[in-house]
């Protein structure tokens, strides 16, 4: 990586931690001004929740939409996944920070990113052909979907060696860098909201309405 990307790299990153420390003070003190929000929570019937929720196939939800379920999964799982041991990125923490971890083979990564990039098509598919989704679809969703996507392109065609590797990397880094600022500050936030969105409804559904949220 060139050197001049650093100050970027660093910005995005933080940009991501005091984007999403910001918006977590934020969202606790909307939550205190609602009576109902902390008194409710419920260990026991949170915890229930999010584990069913993490787990495939472990709602009705997901087992009456069993590709959905397949290719949600799968697509979360290698945006995740691949990010963190693709062989490149475990390269340059070895050589700035000295730190160093297994890394994926580059034909697994190489399927992973495809796997992202196939299952965010599907989404932006089904946005267009599904009118339940459809009608509650912005602009925004599809630039969101794009957004998301675009490293694993560029991380893709990079290695492929299908551009000039000066100009791939740089969109590669580019379109990284704009992941990382925007997750905090749009729906990508949900990363981090799911495990308190799902304990606060699993909460308010067993301890509250004795009742499954899946």
């Known amino acids: 990586m060139e050197s001049y990307w650093i100050p970027f790299v660093w910005l995005a990153f933080v940009g991501l931690l005091g984007g999403t420390a910001f918006k977590i003070v934020q969202m606790g003190r909307l939550a205190s001004r609602e009576k109902t929000v902390f008194p409710t929570l419920d260990a026991k019937h949170g915890a229930r929740s999010v584990l069913h929720w993490l787990l495939p196939f472990g709602t ?61 098509l599907f989404f932006i598919l089904r946005r267009i052909a599904a009118p339940q989704v459809r009608n509650v679809t912005t602009w925004s969703d599809y630039a969101i979907v794009l957004l998301v996507i675009a490293p694993f392109v560029t991380g893709f065609v990079a ?22 600022l925007a997750i905090p500050f749009t729906r990508l936030a949900h990363m981090f909201w799911f495990v308190f969105s799902r304990a606060y409804m699993g909460s308010e559904f067993g301890a509250v309405r004795n009742a499954r949220d899946w």
């Open 60 to 120: 009705r939800n997901m087992r009456l939409r069993p590709f959905f379920t397949v290719v949600s999964f799968a697509f979360h799982a290698c945006l995740l996944i691949t990010p963190l041991f693709v062989m490149g990125h475990a390269v340059l923490w070895q050589q700035s920070w000295g730190i160093s971890w297994w890394s994926l083979p580059a034909p697994v990564a190489d399927f992973m990113s495809l796997v992202v990039v196939a299952g965010g």
């Open 159 to 180: 290695h492929q060696g299908w551009l000039p590797s000066k100009h791939a990397i740089a969109l590669h880094i580019a379109s990284g860098i704009a992941w990382l």
